[in-house]
């Protein structure tokens, strides 16, 4: 194949993924679910020289001076880890006695097994993220990031007319101890192979 051959079609891609996040000291990944979407964005800071040895000073060096890397998420589904997330909180399962609530002569059962969180009690919301890619045509990309701080990226509406609500997310990517050099971060493979159960 010659460098002057159009690429395969088989390159282009309409983006789908899984979002998958493993909490710091967890063992367990969460399934963040439907998602509207879900991006990462890379952000430089750089320092120009000018020189000044000529007629018209001209660009002639840029270094980079910083970096840094940030997902944004739109959650589609309020499980309990969108639902505490987007409050800056843990999930939580109520455990043991039910609550009662008596709301002007109405009772609220809360009951045991159920979803609590606090409010704006966890602004270190930290763990591994995993973005796998499900798209139908193309590359499948599996996205992972090390250590990504999340924390909630709007305000979250409790009153809509039509609208399904969605929450939105952000995270700062840090570098982790121990990666390979390059790979602090995180790292973007390619899926191939067949996908088996673990164990199998």
Do not use: C
Not at 1 to 22: C, G, H, R, W
Not at 65 to 73: D, E, G, K, L
Not at 80 to 96: H, K, Y
């Amino acid at each position: 194949m010659a460098v002057t051959d159009p690429l395969s079609n088989e390159l282009y891609v309409i983006p789908k993924s899984q979002i998958f996040f493993k909490k710091t000291g967890a063992t367990e990944y969460e399934n963040l679910g439907d998602a509207d979407a879900l991006s990462l964005e890379i952000s430089v800071e750089e320092q120009e020289r000018y020189a000044n040895d000529r007629g018209i000073r001209t660009l002639v060096k840029r270094t980079v001076t910083q970096t840094s890397a940030t997902v944004s998420m739109t959650l589609a589904q309020m499980s309990a880890f969108a639902r505490a997330a987007s409050l800056m909180a843990d999930a939580e399962t109520i455990d043991g006695n039910e609550e009662v609530i008596n709301l002007g002569g109405e009772i609220l059962e809360i009951q045991s097994g159920g979803h609590k969180s606090g409010i704006a009690n966890n602004p270190t919301l930290r763990g591994e993220l995993i973005i796998r890619g499900v798209n139908a045509e193309g590359p499948k990309s599996l996205l992972r990031l090390w250590d990504v701080e999340i924390r909630p990226a709007s305000a979250r509406s409790f009153i809509s007319d039509t609208e399904i609500a969605t929450i939105e997310l952000s995270g700062a990517a840090y570098p982790a101890a121990g990666k390979a050099a390059g790979y602090e971060i995180g790292e973007e493979l390619t899926i191939t192979g067949a996908t088996t159960p673990a164990g199998a």
